[in-house]
């Protein structure tokens, strides 16, 4: 795999992934990279230029089999077994996402979901239950769970995240509108919905 | 205005005036480029960059008023009048979103929610009624709505983005995980949590 690899370009696997997935229900066996793009908004040539990061995949004038390019892309992104996800926050956005169907579709599964209000704890949502903040430390290590979200409020995002990092998590997507400071070596997603609409409104009445 | 303002630059102005917002509410009157930043993992350097394709702002060795700077702002964003969203799909995600309160604090509000289950047609979810999607058509006419946002399944998004600009509105928060296609005059943006969470993984295994 060559070194430096776009972000665009990695935030577009999952994107071409679950398109793959969609074609396959359909009963799609072999598509062009003309095809794979169309519903995309994406050049065929950037979607080969994407995937020549990680190789050399289909045939020139045949194009690629659906179920084999599924299983390269699922490898590639490193969800070819399930990944366990961990979340924190059961508020309103918190409990929406337990219920958020986007995610098993691309291997990932949250396992459990954690609070520190007594009302919620022991609660099951969607089949996830609902466990004592406190108790976190121990199933991060027992599940070994490398990746988790966080939905609290701004005011104890940091506080989370370090709890997190300092347990053995090494990935989080962060919903809480506030920059964690972690150490270099966490990777950290960000969906910031304010500042999307915001940016939304400047395009609007600017650009 | 320069003519040329970068993505990201744009997407930071949110961010920046919702901190100043909460150094206001703490009692902050003056505050430096630094202090700005401090808790935002960006550079003071970065942020005088960002506000200076807008003009010049702040003094020398003084900092920036934080009240003026906030004005400032909003009117950059074009958030110093409320700026009226209104939003489709009112399922799991649509709700957590009519209660997140992330949007009203940066001057949005959604005024009006549309479905097209008779179940949830009539209903009110934190004082945000929920109508029946014939009516948007004549609502954001007869209200002039610009902005809208999309919670419905992938799979009828694409429809729902083509009524809502066919009525007149000029920009779209998209959260169905599916590129729209729509004329280059509308401006679009995704939030597309499994893709971040899938890109997520991606760094976790290969970086």
Known sequence: MKKYIPEDTIKRLPVYLRNLLEMKKK???IVSSKKITASLNILPEQFRK????????GKRGVGYEVDKLIKILEKIIGIDREIKVILVGVGRLGSALLKYKGFS??????????DSDPKKIGKLIDGIKIEDI??????????KIKVGIITVPASSAQEVAEKMVKSGIKAILNFAPTILNLPVSIHVNYVDMASELGSLIFKLKNL
Do not use: H, R
């Not at 406190?134 to 599940?143: A, G, L, S, V, Y």
């Open 27 to 29: 009963g799609e066996k």
């Open 50 to 57: 994407d995937l020549s990061y990680f190789g050399t995949f």
């Open 105 to 114: 579709i691309l291997n990932m599964k949250i396992v459990c979901a954690f």
């Open 134 to 143: 406190n108790k976190m430390d121990k199933f991060i290590k027992k599940e």
